[in-house]
């Protein structure tokens, strides 16, 4: 066919404005996902009245303008451009409001309240009311280009960079090298970056280390000592290193990168079948009861933002061949982030501390006050390095939040993240009980007393039995105090998580069950039928066993 017979191409379809921030875009499909991205999530941590209230609510402040009274507000304008581009987008495509009640639904796209297909209902009194209240944010501060303190451009950074961090050059060299830029640069008298080693070492301790520096603490054992033959560990000093947990908070909260990725308010979601849908932590029965039990607590707390702290450790072995080098690092994220926030490794986990690791002499490891010390050793760390924290548990602090907004933040200990041995330490249960429930191992699967263990429960063993006792019968180590004790709203058995990795995949399926069936098919067919034998040889075909 020749080219003149050809069909003309298409004309380009106009540009879509997205009315709220003035961008433009070539398609339907580009502005669809932008709003959805930076409007529509944005704009769905407004409080709804509650579809489902919670049990044993406290009175109730005065009701939220409906949203049937309320003027348009951005969402609702944000679906108004949405209906106004699809119509605009392809020329011949304008519908009418008087469509079919199904075209309209595409159109409209979900309700302005939920997220696409759900329902959702936020918390009515701790739901992240920001100062003030309806009020745009006010934009971010940022650094300029050319601010280099302490050095005096860019280009004296880089150098230090190079010399100290990339290359680890000796004094020797550096000092070579600053002469060789001397007199490189004699001619057209330009200095070098630094005069001496001496001078670049002063530039780098002067270098700020952040918002949340690094500092240590020393903790030593305080109980009595034998008057001969003191162990080692008695005398030694540990050093914890540690940054302040507040202020990594609030530098996670202040993040424009998490202004589409967290959550303001507890929330419970339901589909069309009304079923509860769970995702993120706020969406969580445990974080709901908490914002019931701080409001029940103090009800001028109403209007607060909840924001769980989630901590997690694991003790780990750098490199063997150097001699064993372990490190016990605590990890802080927040419960408001969403799952995709923490995986994207931007920032949503910190480390906050480096435990200590004390260590004893081969006969002194099973020695019962080395092993209190440790455990105890382990708690008051994480209780001293988590202080800074407490007094925004009890009164809300305002705080800057990633969509620029001001809140009032009231903080609590949110889950903990650890392996079963970081478990039965945190919750100061023996090794093989379950630190959830006061049954041993074996009995897992017996009927009984389904109860789970509590910081109450616990504390009414130790008033009734001796150590000992609450030792052998219930798995409790009595003579340790939990960290979680030195807080409010917490306790540890409700505070621990799964471990996915050691419990499900690795202690459930590779552990239990493969090793189930592989002795049911060695005592149903290999011992009983199947059993051949190498001959000459006494010994099964490997595939046997």
């Known amino acids: 066919m020749p080219f003149s017979s050809r069909r003309p191409p298409p004309k380009a379809a106009k540009p879509i404005l997205c009315k709220p921030c003035n961008k433009t875009f070539r398609n339907l499909s580009g502005f669809t996902q932008h709003n959805n991205a930076h409007h529509l999530r944005a704009a769905g941590h407004v409080p709804v009245p509650p579809i489902h209230p919670s049990v044993n609510q406290p009175p ?36 009418s409001r008087s469509s079919s009640s199904s075209q309209a639904e595409v159109l409209q796209g979900p309700s302005p309240q939920t997220a696409p297909n759900l329902k ?51 004094g020797s ?74 202020t990594v908070v609030q530098n996670m909260l202040a993040n424009p990168d ?49 924001t769980p702290i989630i901590l997690g450790s694991d003790k780990t072995t750098v490199s063997v061949a150097t001699g064993q080098n372990e490190y016990y690092p605590l990890y802080l994220s927040l419960g408001n982030l969403t799952n ?30 080395f092993r209190n010390f440790r455990r105890q050793l382990f708690h008051s760390s994480l209780s001293t390095i988590l202080q800074p924290l407490k007094a925004g548990m009890t009164n809300p602090e305002v705080t800057r939040c990633p969509d620029g907004h001001f809140r009032r933040v009231i903080y609590g200990l949110g ?62 180590v009595g003579d340790v105090v939990p960290f979680t004790n030195d807080f409010p709203r917490a306790d540890i058995h409700e505070l621990l998580s799964g471990d996915l990795l050691h419990q499900v995949i690795k202690g459930s399926f590779k552990d239990h069950l493969v090793t189930w069936v592989g002795e049911y098919l060695q005592r149903t067919h290999v011992d009983a039928k199947v059993l051949m034998w190498i001959p000459g040889s006494q ?4 595939f046997l066993v």
């Open 120 to 170: 959702r209902e936020t918390h009515p009194y701790i739901n992240g009311t920001t100062i003030p209240p309806d009020e745009p944010p006010l934009p971010n501060f940022t650094k300029t280009n050319e601010e280099w303190t302490p050095y005096d451009s860019r280009l004296q950074f880089e150098m230090a960079d190079f010399l100290f961090k990339r290359t680890q050059m000796s």
């Open 258 to 306: 998490f202004k589409d990725e967290f959550d303001a308010a507890p929330y419970r979601e339901y589909d069309k079948d009304n079923k509860r849908q769970f995702s993120n932590l706020m969406s969580g029965n445990w974080a709901w009861r908490q914002a019931d039990t701080i409001i029940r607590e103090d009800p001028e707390r109403a209007g607060a933002m909840f």
């Open 415 to 476: 889950p903990y993240i650890a392996d079963y041995p970081e478990q039965v330490l945190a919750a100061c249960v023996v090794s093989g009980w379950c630190p959830l429930c006061p049954k041993d191992h074996v009995h897992l699967d017996e009927p009984g007393n389904n109860s789970r263990r509590s910081r109450e429960h616990t504390e009414a063993l130790l008033e009734a039995f001796d150590l000992a006792t609450v030792w052998d019968d219930y798995g409790v």
């Open 60 to 95: 109730s402040p005065p009701q939220a303008q409906s949203a049937a009274s309320r003027p348009l507000g951005h969402r609702e304008a944000a679906f108004q451009d949405l209906q106004e581009a699809f119509a605009t987008a392809v020329p011949g495509t304008e519908r």
């Open 340 to 369: 995709n926030a923490r995986r994207a490794h931007g920032g949503a986990v910190a480390v906050i501390g480096f435990l200590a690791i004390p260590k004893g002499e081969r006969r002194e490891t099973n020695d019962k006050k």
């Open 539 to 542: 010994q099964p075909l490997p």
């Open 173 to 246: 060299n550096v000092n070579w090298l600053m002469d060789a830029f001397s007199a490189f640069g004699y001619a057209s008298g330009l200095p070098p970056p630094f005069s001496t080693v001496d001078k670049l070492h002063q530039h780098i301790d002067s270098t700020p280390l952040g918002d949340a520096p690094w500092h240590s603490f020393t903790a030593q054992y305080t109980g009595l000592k034998p008057d001969t033959n003191i162990p080692s560990w008695m005398n030694a000093e540990y050093d914890v290193w540690c940054r302040d947990p507040r």
